[in-house]
C-alpha cells in the first residue's frame, strides 16, 4: 500500500502544479473567430446558481483562467475546437468559450440554443498526459469519441496527432 499511496501523491502532485496536461474536444456553433487563440478572463463562479462569470479583467474574488484553442474542422453549421487549458477552473471552458461567442453544443446553461437530444453537452476530455511515478516516463491516455451522432462525423485524421 505504501507504493500505492506514494504513487496517488506525485500524480495529485502533477495535477496541483498544473503539469498534467489536458485537451479536450468541443462542438461549437461555426463563428467567425481567428482559428488559432489564447482566451485570458477572471472568473467568478456562484455556488447558489452553480454558474462561471467571466471578467475581462481582474476583480476581487476572481481567478485567472487562460484557455488556447484551435479550430480543427469544420462541420456544417458547427466546428470542432481542441482546447488546451493553461489552468483548471471550475466550469472555465463553457464559460470562456460562451464569453468568445461559441458556447458548447447543448450548453443552454453557457448560451446554447438548445439541448442535445441525450441531454449532453459536446465537450470531450480528449487526452491526459501525466509523468508516470515510478518509471518518470510520460504516459498519455487518450478517451475516444462519444457516439452520439455530431461526433462521428469529426475526421480521425484530424485528431490523431493531437
Known amino acids: 500500500m505504501p507504493r500505492l499511496k506514494d504513487a496517488a501523491a506525485a500524480l495529485s502532485k502533477q495535477w496541483e502544479e498544473h503539469k498534467v496536461k489536458k485537451i479536450y474536444l468541443a462542438i461549437v ?4 473567430i481567428p482559428p ?3 482566451v485570458k478572463h477572471y472568473l467568478t463562479y456562484d455556488n447558489k446558481l452553480n454558474i462561471t462569470y467571466t471578467n475581462d479583467e481582474p476583480k476581487v474574488g476572481a481567478d485567472e483562467a487562460i484557455l488556447d ?3 480543427l474542422q469544420q462541420l456544417d453549421n458547427f466546428m470542432v475546437l481542441r482546447i488546451d487549458l493553461i489552468t483548471g477552473r471550475k466550469h472555465q471552458i463553457r464559460a470562456q468559450l460562451a464569453a468568445l461567442g461559441v458556447p458548447i453544443r447543448g450548453d443552454i446553461k453557457y448560451g446554447s440554443k438548445r439541448t442535445n437530444p441525450d441531454g449532453a453537452i459536446d465537450l470531450h476530455a480528449y487526452k491526459l498526459h501525466f509523468q508516470h511515478p515510478a518509471k ?5 491516455i487518450i478517451a475516444p469519441l462519444p457516439e452520439e451522432s455530431l461526433w462521428q462525423h469529426v475526421d480521425h485524421e484530424v485528431i490523431k496527432g493531437i
Do not use: F, I
Not at 518518470?136 to 498519455?140: D, G, R
Open 69 to 71: 484553442y484551435q479550430v
Open 29 to 32: 456553433p461555426t463563428a467567425d
Open 136 to 140: 518518470l516516463e510520460y504516459k498519455k
Open 36 to 38: 488559432v487563440g489564447q
